[in-house]
C-alpha cells in the first residue's frame, strides 16, 4: 500500500465551524489531490497541487482552501463548514503527471457536518 | 465537459462466471483510462490503467480494454470469486489538466 494517512479518519462537527483535514505521504510524491464522493455524484476533485505552495482549484473548490507547505502534508481547510460538505473526502498521490501515472488513495475521511 | 457513465450501477453473480463491467466517456480527448475498486469504507485501489495509444491491459485475471474512437471501456473478470465483490469505478484523465473525472461505479457482488 502507497504511505498515504489521512487525519481524522471521522469528524462531526456543526455548522459554521472550520475544519481541517490532513494528508500526509510517505513517497514523496510531487501531486496530491483532495476529492469528494458522494452518492449520485462520484469522485469529484476539490484541490490539487504540483508541489510546495503549488496549487490549483478543481471541479467543486467552492468553500475549501487548501495548503501545502511541505511535500509530505497536504491540508483541506473547510472555511466555515455547511451541511452540503457532509461527504467522505479522500487524498490521492501521484509521482508525477505522466500519462503512466496512476493515483494512490489514502483510506478517507468521513465528514459530518450538522 | 467530461462525463463518465458505468452500467450497470449493479450486478450480482454466481462465482466462477465471467464478466463484464461498462463504462463511457462522452469526450475522447483523453491521455488513459484506469480502472479502480473500493471496498466499503475503503479507499480505491487502482487495477488497471490503458494508455490512450493502448487498446487493452491485462493483469491477472482482469482485462481492460480501450475503444478510444467509440468512447467506451470495459473490464472483463474472468472466474469471478467472493472476494471479487466490491465497487469498481473507471476514471478518465483528460489531456486539458491533471483531472480524473470518474464514474459512479458498479457495485458486483459475487455470490459463494
Known amino acids: 500500500d502507497a504511505g498515504i494517512t489521512q487525519s481524522p479518519r471521522h469528524k462531526v462537527t456543526e455548522t459554521g465551524t472550520p475544519v481541517t483535514l490532513r494528508c500526509h505521504q510517505t513517497?514523496?510524491?510531487?501531486?496530491m489531490y483532495w476529492y469528494r464522493q458522494d452518492p449520485g455524484h462520484g469522485l469529484r476533485l476539490i484541490h490539487y497541487?504540483?508541489?510546495?505552495?503549488?496549487?490549483d482549484k478543481g471541479e467543486v473548490s467552492d468553500g475549501y482552501s487548501v495548503s501545502r507547505s511541505k511535500t509530505e502534508d497536504f491540508l483541506l481547510t473547510l472555511e466555515s463548514a455547511t451541511s452540503s460538505q457532509t461527504s467522505v473526502y479522500f487524498c490521492?498521490?501521484?509521482?508525477?503527471?505522466?500519462?503512466?501515472?496512476?493515483?494512490?488513495f489514502g483510506p478517507g475521511t468521513r465528514l459530518t457536518v450538522l | 465537459k467530461q462525463e463518465v457513465t458505468q452500467i450497470p450501477a449493479a450486478l450480482s453473480v454466481p462465482e466462477g462466471e465471467n464478466l463484464v463491467l461498462n463504462c463511457s466517456f462522452t469526450d475522447s480527448a483523453i491521455y488513459n483510462l484506469q480502472w479502480f475498486r473500493q471496498d466499503p469504507g475503503k479507499g480505491l485501489t487502482s487495477l488497471l490503467l490503458i494508455q490512450s495509444s493502448q487498446r487493452e491491459q491485462t493483469s491477472g485475471r482482469l482485462n481492460a480494454s480501450l475503444d478510444k474512437s467509440s468512447g467506451r471501456s470495459t473490464l472483463y473478470i474472468a472466474a469471478s470469486q467472493p472476494g471479487d465483490s466490491a465497487t469498481y469505478l473507471c476514471a478518465v484523465k483528460e489531456t486539458s489538466g491533471s483531472r480524473l473525472t470518474f464514474g459512479e461505479g458498479t457495485q458486483l457482488t459475487v455470490n459463494p
Open positions: 497541487s504540483y508541489g510546495v505552495k503549488d496549487t
Open positions: 513517497e514523496n510524491h510531487r501531486y
Open positions: 490521492a498521490i501521484s509521482p508525477q503527471d505522466l500519462p503512466t501515472d496512476t493515483q494512490y
